[in-house]
């Protein structure tokens, strides 16, 4: 059997996926990984924060607990707005509570780095090393290290992790508000179809 040959002339026959529904995708992709970056390092940051329970100190802050309940509602709030991963399942006013709620989750970790990392004077000197001066009582001889560079390990683990989420959030937030108004400006162009 001979192979049909084209000569390219078919082309308005052909189905053509616009560049808005591959961007869509994309954009789905980036929160649903900038999500679950969040949702790690929320994770990881409350187990940071629980080593004092493990040496018998109390705990130095409540926003730990605060931010960790926000970030796993808000986690389920995700899957839940964009339908579980089925597009045609999405519900826009839930995706734009979810985008509201990133967005001052965001805050406060941007406002809980600015406290104890960079304004020294919002908190106290020692606001910042509070948390790593504890780490260094208990762990500086099991780990054979001096207490001040124990400090400044911690302290950088910190910074860097803080930066992390905020960096993950940031993107969340942005693309979550483009998505939200790409299937604004959709749902327009449809009623104007219909009309």
């Known amino acids: 059997m001979q192979r049909p040959t084209h000569d390219g002339s078919d082309w308005s026959y052909r189905m053509v996926i616009e560049d808005r529904y591959k961007r869509m995708a994309v954009m789905r992709r980036t929160i649903r990984i ?26 130095l802050t409540r ?35 979810y985008s509201l709620a990133s967005m001052l989750l965001t805050a406060e970790i941007v406002l809980v780095f600015y406290m104890y990392h960079v304004d020294e ?7 910042g090393k509070q948390y790593p001066q504890m780490l260094a009582r208990h762990y500086a001889g099991r780990l054979r290290l001096p207490a001040t560079t124990v400090v400044l390990i911690a302290q950088w683990f910190e910074r860097v992790l803080d930066l992390v989420g905020i ?17 604004k400006e959709q749902k327009r162009e449809a009623a104007t179809k219909q009309d």
């Open 34 to 59: 900038s999500a679950i970056v969040q949702l790690v390092y929320i994770c990881i940051r409350t187990l940071w924060h629980s080593i004092p329970f493990l040496t018998g100190e109390p705990p």
């Open 63 to 97: 926003s730990t607990e605060y931010i960790f309940y926000a970030g796993v509602a808000l986690f389920l709030l995700r899957a839940w707005a964009f339908g579980f991963g089925k597009a045609n399942r999405e519900k826009l006013g839930l995706i734009m509570l």
């Open 121 to 127: 004077k919002m908190m106290g000197r020692a606001a």
């Open 167 to 183: 960096l993950a959030g940031g993107l969340n937030v942005w693309v979550t508000k483009e998505y939200v108004m790409e299937q």
